[in-house]
């Protein structure tokens, strides 16, 4: 909920959704929960229907998922809530049905790979590794998940129930083990995308945005 160019991060991603057709949204809630509920309410003020999710426990990035499994019963786009971008949506989403794959993650350069879960390629773009935030000597690429997926229903299926669970470090290194058919989307220079998660990041969505929403 923190504000980004008068409004909250929040908000900037369910504007990216409908503007790309996604109006049934699900939101996973944890702290504070009714400041998101108060400010949303049942997304009919923004042209979108949202269904809250309560987690508690905390579930990792895939766990909360696996809560929603009733709903999801056809291709599903993942967002995490740190990220600010104005991503074209509906190319990724084709660039998945063109590939085939049962899970496509959008990828972003970064200046720090030991930071980030990083992801290798083959010349098909179909994912051969994953690595979780390594060493700077095991390095092999720049290219990391965006947190922004889109999968197929039955991906949810390898996702255990009550159960913290990450995208990243569980479930993407068992789907490649079982030979899952997934591939990776490396965003455009066009694309913005930023994780918000620090205050310098912040501080740097507050001076870029405002220019690139104009």
């Not at 042209?47 to 709903?71: C, F, H, N, Q, W």
């Not at 992801?119 to 994953?130: A, E, P, S, Y």
Request: aromatic share 8%.
């Amino acid at each position: 909920m923190l504000p980004v160019g008068g409004k909250p991060l929040l908000e900037h991603t369910i504007e990216l959704l409908k503007r790309h057709g996604i109006t049934q949204i699900a939101i996973n809630l944890h702290h504070k929960p009714e400041a998101i509920t108060d400010h949303f309410g049942d997304g009919g003020e923004l042209g979108v229907e949202i269904t809250y999710s309560p987690e508690d426990p905390i579930l990792g990035t895939a766990g909360p998922v696996k809560k929603l499994e009733r709903y999801l019963d056809d291709t599903f786009l993942v967002v995490y809530g740190d990220v600010l971008t104005n991503l074209d949506l509906t190319a990724l989403a084709s660039s998945h049905r063109r590939n085939g794959a049962l899970a496509t993650i959008a990828l972003y350069q970064v200046d720090n790979p030991s930071a980030c879960g990083l992801v290798g390629m083959d010349d098909h773009l179909r994912i051969t590794c994953f690595a979780e935030k390594p060493p700077p000597a095991q390095v092999f690429t720049d290219l990391a998940n965006t947190g922004i997926l889109i999968l197929e229903p039955e991906i949810v299926k390898h996702i255990p129930p009550a159960t913290f669970y990450d995208f990243g470090h569980d479930l993407f290194p068992r789907l490649l083990e079982e030979g899952v058919p997934m591939y990776g989307y490396p965003i455009s220079d066009a694309d913005y995308l930023l994780d918000i998660g620090t205050i310098d990041h912040y501080e740097r969505a507050q001076r870029e945005w405002p220019a690139l929403s104009c």
